[in-house]
């Protein structure tokens, strides 16, 4: 057994320590009994350093394998792709235009956090994310009907 991984019967899968916002999520998934004594056993046999590395290569397999449908869509739903941040200058500015946007992002969308939420309603018409976004509660609460 793969020290630090059950309590009580229970299933604890252990990350990393948290990271910097920006570099990952934490998920938290639920597995049976027998992959998750695979993964353990390929984890004891050093294939893997731990279960987490285990998860993260099986991602990143799948992900490769429908890597073409992925660009695809990207394209056809015209998202931007990655870490897209947007600051109070950014946002005075379109304001400033008289324009409004229409964010689209596959990765993490960042409001800063010195963004009012009038500012923010005043200047993103919609607002589609997938992956995460970070911003202010106040934010978030201004954007709530325009957040898909």
């Not at 992925?70 to 235009?97: C, F, N, P």
């Not at 923010?120 to 954007?143: F, N």
Request: aromatic share 4%; charged share 25%.
């Amino acid at each position: 057994m793969v020290e630090g991984w059950t309590v009580a019967g229970a299933v604890k899968l252990n990350f990393e320590p948290k990271p910097k916002l920006g570099d990952s999520e934490k998920v938290t998934i639920n597995l049976g009994f027998v992959d998750l004594g695979s993964i353990d056993l390929l984890v004891q046999e050093g294939f893997y350093g731990n279960r987490t590395d285990f998860i993260r290569t099986a991602i990143r397999n799948q992900l490769d394998r429908h890597a073409d449908t992925t660009r695809q869509t990207i394209a056809r739903h015209q998202l931007d792709l990655g870490i897209r941040r947007y600051s109070r200058q950014d946002l005075e500015a379109v304001k400033a235009a008289g324009e409004v946007l229409h964010i689209q992002v596959l990765g993490l969308a960042s409001i800063a956090h010195d963004v009012p939420a009038e500012l923010a309603r005043d200047t993103i018409a919609a607002l589609h994310v997938l992956g995460a976004l970070d911003a202010s509660p106040a934010v978030k609460a201004a954007l709530g009907d325009r957040i898909r």
